[in-house]
């Protein structure tokens, strides 16, 4: 079936360090690809997402391009911020049916001033 | 707008006792879906359904049930709770008309269940 392979975390950076937290998936389609934070006490929220091959979702100065040669899907920003410590995860959804997500295990990232 | 809402925000349970959690929205979405978070698992799908009238298993729905009372609300039941029920669990939902590639799932906040 379906999986996403996401980096052991935590990932430990100071601030203004570049980002970057690695995904891989397998799938039999061509899935969609996407980036979801958890901040601390809450639900997941969508931060970038994508389509196709070399679509690249951006937001919040957060960027992920889709790389269909070599299924991946990884996360990079130029300069964290303390703000950006959170939990982030990488998941696809198969486009051949309904749309359920299929998550990574996740990546705690921790910034310290 | 208060988009996903979850209750309760906390639980804990005996072994063998029953109940339910409740999760409503407000976006008018068409499908929702109840996930479990686990330390080094991610989130895992319980059950969803795709549109009101209809529920269907996800990837571990043994030990839980579901109801989609209405469009606006999916309950997640627990009948006899047992220790490995222990999680954080997730409602989410989606517009689920299938005119988005990729759609948004919208996240509540989370209910946290323990099980002695």
């Known amino acids: 079936g379906d999986s996403v392979t996401q980096m052991e975390g935590p990932v430990t950076l100071s601030e203004e360090a570049f980002l970057t937290i690695n995904c891989t998936y397998t799938a039999t389609g061509y899935p969609s690809l996407f980036w979801y934070v958890q901040y601390p006490g809450e639900g997941l929220q969508l931060l970038l997402k994508a389509t196709k091959a070399d679509d690249k979702g951006s937001n919040k100065g957060f960027e992920a391009t889709y790389r269909k040669e070599t299924t991946s899907f990884h996360l990079e920003k130029g300069s964290v911020q303390v703000s950006d410590s959170a939990v982030y995860f990488c998941?696809?959804?198969?486009?051949?049916?309904?749309?359920?997500?299929?998550f990574g295990t996740g990546t705690r990232l921790l910034v310290s001033p | 707008n208060a988009g996903v809402t979850q209750t309760p925000k906390f639980q804990v349970l005996k072994t063998g006792q029953s109940m339910t959690l409740q999760c409503a929205q407000d976006?008018?979405?068409?499908?929702m879906y109840w996930y479990r978070q686990d330390p080094g698992m991610g989130l895992r799908l319980i059950y969803y359904s795709a549109s009101e009238g209809t529920t269907d298993k996800g990837e571990v729905p043994n030990g839980y049930n579901v109801s989609r009372l209405n469009k606006r609300e999916f309950s997640l039941r627990l009948e006899s709770a047992a220790p490995s029920q222990t999680s954080v669990y997730f409602c989410?939902?989606?517009?689920?008309?299938?005119?988005?590639?990729?759609?948004?799932?919208?996240f509540g906040p989370g209910t946290r269940l323990t099980v002695l």
């Open positions: 998941a696809l959804s198969d486009r051949a049916g309904f749309q359920k997500l299929v």
């Open positions: 989410a939902s989606s517009d689920g008309t299938g005119v988005t590639l990729a759609e948004e799932q919208f």
């Open positions: 976006m008018n979405h068409n499908s």
